[in-house]
């Protein structure tokens, strides 16, 4: 009898750490790219961690750790390589020509998941032009693996110097066909956006897997896609919510992460204007990981590369019905806000969170219709 079970992916990942990094730090960083990983559905069976204030520029890693991950991978039949950084062109060459395996870098590995995630054709047309543009200074024998997984245009077994060129050629051509065609969606995404102008706007902002989605489902109630898995949402979504008598628009977008990679944020731009463009963020927390505030940090960052780090924010602390908290308002980073502790998973303080997103948005609402009186519900 034919086995048709498919054979698991496995890989082992690698990182180059400062010589002062705590343990601690270290191990919440493998313990994200295994979680990027295993959502590749690829297993992780080992984890490499090399001390190094730079980075080799020849192969990213030591000749000795070099020569330990070879052993191993060879050894285990192990046929990915995951590190935690990106590498250069000339590194992944380098690495690909001494360990012949499959090798990924963190912006490789992320723009694979979110084309594995990417449902509409906006989404999916912003990850192919990120992707390609990633891919193109890069051209080795990853690229006819990856197509041959797409069913994309160059299939064959080895590519030499003349077939990366041509291949070279046809990620240009395609580049310039996804820009054309992406900036025929924006323009319509855009006039979408302006017919809402009349109506306060709301979007979800957080690191990935906080429970933006699940908070999303709760506060539209409808069924909105949730589960506890990284970039679980790409795909921009808008509902109208009513709180209190007051309408708005709340919007959930992709999640953000350390180190997402350039082209992605250039490629989702558009879908970012859904968080530049709003009245109000909810800021979604997992309260639970133990690296919250670096995820904070992380989340403003973007947001102020994105031009909206000065929007009205709520911060929002999910999922404390995994640790015990007094409620307090915190004061992350230097800055107050209005703040709220809650549970998506047992609706914990969800009442609290709608008054307060009801109170910001009567703001707004009263600045977009200052006769307006507003009814009290009684």
Known sequence: MIDTKKEVETCVIVAVTPKNQSEEKTQELM?????LAATMHIQTKKAFVQKLEHPDPRSFIGKGKLEEI???????????VIFDDDLTPSQLRNLE??????????????????LNRAQTAQARTQVELARYQYLLPRLTRMWTHLERQRGGTSTRGGAGEKEIETDRRIIRDQINVLRK???????????RRKSRSGITRV?????????????????SKEKVYAKDELFATVDSTVRKVVINQLPFLLSDTVGFIRKLPHNLIESFKSTLEEVKEADI??????????????????VEQTLEEIGAANIRTIKVFNKVDKVETNGEQK?????????VFVS??????????????AKEVEKVHMKIYPNYLRQEVY
């Open 31 to 35: 313990d994200e790219l295994e979680f």
């Open 97 to 114: 020509k001494e360990l012949k395996v499959r090798i990924y870098d963190r912006s490789l590995l992320i723009l694979e998941i979110f």
């Open 181 to 191: 065609k992406l900036d025929k969606i924006e323009t319509q995404a855009a006039t």
């Open 203 to 219: 979007a979800l902002v957080g690191y990935t897997n906080a429970g933006k989605s699940s908070l999303m489902r709760l506060l």
């Open 281 to 298: 963020l909810l800021h979604v927390i997992d309260y639970s990981n133990p690296a919250y505030e670096d995820h904070i940090k992380v």
């Open 331 to 339: 004061a992350i980073n230097g800055k107050s806000y209005p703040s």
């Open 344 to 357: 998506a998973k047992t609706k914990f303080h969800l009442e609290e969170l709608r008054n307060l997103i």
């Open 70 to 80: 070879k052993i191993f991978v060879k050894a285990e039949g192990i046929k990915n």
